[in-house]
């Protein structure tokens, strides 16, 4: 009967345990838009174009 107790306790406590661990990580949300990103990209490549035409993107160098 003792070991059936503890090992309940020790089960609810791995879970409590879990759930703090899970509620200390937030997630991390980019707010990055396609001109930033755009920019970036133009930054890295100076004397390259970039020519798009909706979701694709092709560098003229």
């Known amino acids: 009967?003792?070991?059936l107790l503890l090992s309940i306790i020790a089960i609810n406590?791995?879970?409590i345990s879990f759930n703090?661990?899970?509620?200390?990580?937030?997630?991390i949300q980019a707010e990055?838009?396609?001109y930033d990103i755009e920019?970036?990209?133009q930054y890295a490549l100076d004397?390259?174009?970039l020519i798009?035409?909706?979701d694709n993107y092709?560098?003229?160098c």
């Open 1 to 3: 009967m003792k070991t």
């Open 13 to 15: 406590l791995t879970f």
């Open 20 to 27: 703090l661990a899970f509620r200390a990580v937030e997630p």
């Open 32 to 34: 990055v838009s396609r």
């Open 39 to 41: 920019s970036a990209i």
């Open 47 to 49: 004397g390259c174009d």
């Open 52 to 54: 798009g035409s909706g």
């Open 58 to 60: 092709y560098f003229s």
